[in-house]
């Protein structure tokens, strides 16, 4: 089955040691888009790749930052995370085609992330 | 600016009892409007997909609608198996961002 795959599902790392978290598919979508998301909150995007463009949201903290070395893959790095990037990380994808009709978005099962 | 609200927050309900979620939007050129169901420490999983006011869409317990302002998503006899938060995000006409809503946490009790 296509899918989008997030690997570690969890992830415990120490105040300030960087982490990388990552993110497969096999839709062959276009787009992925990381979001982090804290309990009871909404998703809050942090950025997404077009294709190879990156697309970095304006209140997103420089401590965070992407690759997406090929279409299948992306990362996130957290170069020194603190307490408060403790959340729950959703990778998500879609595959947009200009016209106007939707385009579903799917997700990862997510990457959850304590930080001591 | 693109903004999502759902209401209520929380809601409990006696299994069989139907209820609807609501969720109101404000965006520049509706592209598509979506609604995802979370459980705890899972990824959103995708439920449906309405784009034109009017549009109705079932699945199992569930109908969703759409208006030039709000969805709702009815959910009828829910069974215990329903609680979960469930997620609206919309899509603009411009741009490739999805914007979410905080979401609905249903508890359905036996």
């Known amino acids: 089955d296509a899918m989008v795959i997030q690997n570690p599902r969890y992830q415990v790392t120490q105040f300030g040691k960087p982490v990388t978290l990552s993110c497969s598919q096999t839709?062959?979508?276009?787009?992925m888009y990381w979001y982090q998301q804290k309990s009871s909150q909404a998703p809050k995007l942090l950025f997404h790749?077009?294709?190879?463009?990156?697309?970095n949201e304006a209140d997103t903290p420089d401590n965070f930052q992407s690759r997406r070395p090929n279409t299948s893959f992306c990362f996130l790095d957290i170069r020194s995370p603190g307490l408060g990037d403790a959340a729950m990380y959703l990778c998500a994808t879609s595959r947009i085609i200009s016209g106007p009709f939707p385009n579903e978005q799917f997700f990862g099962p997510g990457t959850r992330l304590t930080v001591l | 600016e693109d903004q999502v609200t759902q209401s209520p927050e929380a809601l409990r309900l006696q299994e069989g009892e139907s209820s609807s979620l609501n969720c109101s939007y404000t965006v520049s050129g509706l592209r598509g409007l979506f609604w995802y169901r979370q459980d705890p420490g899972k990824g959103p999983e995708f439920l449906f997909t309405?784009?034109?006011a009017g549009e109705e869409k079932e699945k199992e317990r569930l109908k969703a609608t759409l208006t030039k302002k709000e969805s709702f998503l009815h959910i009828t006899a829910p069974k215990p198996e329903d609680s979960a938060t469930y997620l609206c995000a919309v899509q603009a006409v411009a741009g490739n961002q999805f914007y979410f809503g905080t979401g609905t946490s249903l508890t359905v009790i036996p």
């Open positions: 790749y077009y294709d190879k463009d990156f697309n």
């Open positions: 309405l784009y034109s």
């Open positions: 839709l062959n979508h276009n787009v």
